[in-house]
């Protein structure tokens, strides 16, 4: 019996759907095929329906009627699949003006789970016909306007925009925004001729980051008997000063911990160095507590020599503390309260810069500028044209005396002084005004504990070395500690860097290279 009755529901339910598609034919004119209660709203005309208003008007009680029927048989179909065909069929036969008004009204009907079904079967349609990039802005521009608007993304930004698609990846590798970044002024980076700048580029980011996370590797050199006291290095060597009165060369390259050459010739502690010339003609400038400057030729070759003391300058009268060098002169630093500046090749003292009144403990002499910047222990900082031998500028602000100085260029286009001292705190100040812009000290930046030794800067970041035993990276913009390096068993007395690497001596007698780029 209820299989019967089921068949018999269907049967009525086809008698009904039957007379629901005659009415629909017979009022598709007059109507446009839509049920009754749309026409008050929209007025659906057929486009092949002559009917005149008049004769609209002279049927409207029969339209009634027929309607009426027509509602009785809808409300007779209680099959959802049958009135979902009816519905279909009537969707078929409206005009686009038509679907257009239909389909407002039923999302005005739809609540929030109808929405959300309706988003999700409408996405895969919305660009059926469209061109397969047509969602894709970059591809309806002109080259150059893409590569303009690429070229304002951060670096990780334009790595992950060349992931997108083929398009995006031509366009995010372009050598273009590659080299636009290197020559920034935070990394003023010269490509090697074997790279594209994006690989370089790549290269360099993974070294910043090994820097940012003291990630590297430690090669430690052990050779002197007592504590280094200066180091300097090149893509080649190391070199270090030691209170053993000797320097020691270093070779990179081989995996020996033992020094390459010692250097002996000065009587009393080797205090500082520099190292000049490329890997032609190399040289190395000292200076020492014996009150000597010596120049020396460190040219060697497979088949031979020329290591010796080419040149000594005897003038100071007391230990040569500091010194800078280029091609053509040396300025030293002496404990006699005196800078002096010396002719390299002949070894003939120039001039001689007096002013401080305790000893001269640092130099730094900028070429771009030709200012010459000193240390003393008479908390002085003193600013010197070399043109004249005149001080133009004293900065004061040290408690105690400046050990190391160097000048930088952040962001902007104002040169810093960066100097550290004996108080235990960094501060940087501005060349032309003299003021100090900030102070790094260890209540208040993490800075270091004991006393400062060594400091260098480049275009982003100083690095410190102090008798506390750690090595600190700031940034030069912020001043916000970066990062500190702890592998030295007693104070850091000096420090050196490059891009890739860094060199530190300590009274632990030993020398330290951090390679940043194996990691």
Not at 12 to 24: I, K, N
Request: glycine letters at 6%; charged letters at 25%; hydrophobic letters at 35%.
């Amino acid at each position: 019996m209820p299989q019967r009755d089921e068949s018999d529901r269907r049967a009525a339910s086809q008698v009904d759907l039957s007379l629901a598609l005659d009415s629909l034919q017979r009022r598709s004119c007059a109507y446009g095929s839509l049920p009754h209660h749309y026409k008050p709203q929209y007025s659906f005309e057929s486009p092949s329906s002559t009917t005149s208003a008049s004769t609209t008007r002279s049927n409207s009680t029969a339209d009634e009627e027929e309607d009426g029927k027509r509602r009785l048989h809808w409300n007779k179909v209680d099959d959802a699949g049958v009135k979902a065909d009816l519905m279909r069929l009537w969707f078929t036969e409206f005009s686009d003006i038509q679907r257009n008004a239909f389909l407002r009204e039923m999302i005005e009907l739809c609540g929030p789970p109808q929405i959300h079904t309706l988003s999700l079967l409408v996405e895969d349609q919305l660009h059926r016909d469209c061109p397969h990039n047509c969602k894709d802005f970059l591809a309806w521009l002109p080259q150059h306007v893409c590569h303009a608007i690429l070229s304002h993304l951060d670096p990780v930004s334009l790595a992950r925009a060349s992931q997108v698609s083929h398009l995006w990846r031509e366009l995010a590798t372009n050598e273009f925004l590659w080299k636009k970044l290197c020559l920034a002024h935070s990394w003023t980076l010269k490509k090697p001729e074997s790279s594209t700048w994006k690989d370089f580029f790549a290269m360099r980011w993974r070294v910043r980051k090994n820097w940012l996370s003291a990630r590297c590797h430690i090669r430690t050199f052990v050779g002197h008997t007592h504590a280094v006291t200066c180091v300097q290095m090149d893509d080649t060597r190391i070199v270090s000063g030691s209170h053993d009165q000797t320097i020691k060369v270093w070779d990179v390259r081989t995996n020996s911990k033992w020094s390459v050459m010692t250097l002996v010739g000065h009587s009393g502690t080797v205090r500082c160095l520099q190292l000049l010339g490329g890997e032609s003609t190399p040289k190395l400038v000292s200076g020492s507590s014996d009150g000597t400057i010596k120049v020396w030729d460190l040219a060697m070759k497979p088949e031979w020599s020329s290591i010796a003391c080419r040149t000594t300058m005897v003038g100071h009268l007391e230990t040569v503390r500091c010194l800078q060098a280029d091609e053509e002169r040396v300025i030293s630093g002496s404990y006699d309260r005196t800078l002096k500046i010396w002719c390299i090749k002949t070894g003939r003292c120039l001039r001689t810069l007096t002013g401080h009144t305790g000893k001269v403990l640092t130099v730094f002499y900028d070429a771009a500028d030709n200012t010459l910047i000193s240390g003393s222990d008479d908390c002085h900082i003193k600013v010197w044209r070399m043109e004249s031998g005149h001080c133009v500028n004293t900065l004061e602000g040290h408690t105690e005396a400046v050990t190391s100085l160097t000048l930088a260029a952040g962001d902007g286009s104002e040169r810093r002084i960066i100097s550290g001292s004996l108080d235990r705190t960094i501060k940087v100040w501005s060349l032309l005004s003299g003021d100090c812009l900030s102070t790094l000290d260890w209540m208040n930046s993490e800075g270091h504990t004991g006393v400062i030794r060594c400091l260098q800067a480049d275009s982003w970041r100083i690095v410190s070395a102090a008798d506390d035993k750690t090595i600190k990276m700031w940034s030069l913009e912020s001043g916000k500690r970066l990062v500190t390096f702890r592998k030295h068993e007693d104070g850091v007395t000096c420090v050196h860097f490059n891009d890739f690497t860094m060199v530190s001596g300590s009274y632990d007698k030993t020398v330290k290279l951090w390679d940043f780029r194996v990691c």
